[in-house]
């Protein structure tokens, strides 16, 4: 396995990827027609080229012999809490394909992107995760992020119950 950061060239591989990753982990839930609307708006190519140009992100891909199979995503803060300040961090995405679960790679992922987000520095990192993903939230526990808030996140004529997660800025 090979764990690189992901560059413009990118974009049709992640496209490819995150809506397959999505669909694994939360299809299930859907409408089909919304499911495809989603994944069109949201992980389409140009959304991905759009975001992989954009120096205020970061991508990391996952490969095994040269295919990906797993990925990371962090950035500025959009999470809709009234405590997320201007230069708080956000690990938006971290998925790794369903067979290749349970090697660590989803922590190399979550380190390589965490590390990022600090690269200048302590600050407060959030996350929103699914409120029944609760191998996620053990996860993101054992990291010292915590529950601090809650959020519906859209998929067409679907409302997910998110919870947002924080980990205060480290203070040496």
């Known amino acids: 396995m ?16 995150s809506a397959a990753c999505f669909t694994e982990t939360f299809g299930h839930l859907y409408p089909p027609e919304d499911l495809r609307h989603f994944l069109h708006e949201a992980y389409s190519v140009a959304e991905w080229a759009s975001l992989l140009s954009d120096e205020a992100y970061a991508t990391w891909l996952l490969e095994v012999d040269g295919v990906a199979v797993g990925y990371a995503t962090a950035g500025a803060c959009a999470l809709p809490h009234d405590d997320v300040q201007p230069g708080d961090g956000e690990l938006k995405r ?50 010292g992020f915590e529950r601090v808030g809650d959020y519906d ?8 119950h998110e919870f947002i997660l924080r ?6």
Do not use: C, K
């Not at 560059?7 to 591989?13: I, K, Y």
């Not at 989803?106 to 992107?113: E, I, K, N, V, Y």
């Not at 959030?126 to 609760?134: D, F, R, T």
């Not at 980990?167 to 040496?172: I, L, N």
């Open 167 to 172: 980990r205060a800025a480290a203070v040496d």
């Open 94 to 143: 971290l998925y790794v394909l369903r067979e290749h679960h349970n090697g660590g790679w989803g922590s190399r992922l979550f380190d390589a992107a965490q590390a990022w987000l600090l690269r200048d520095g302590p600050r407060t990192l959030w996350i929103g995760v699914w409120s029944e993903n609760l191998g996620a939230q053990r996860f993101y526990a054992r990291h």
């Open 153 to 160: 996140f859209v998929v067409g004529s679907t409302r997910d």
């Open 2 to 17: 090979q764990l690189r950061r992901a560059t413009s060239a990118d974009a049709d591989v992640l496209s490819v990827l």
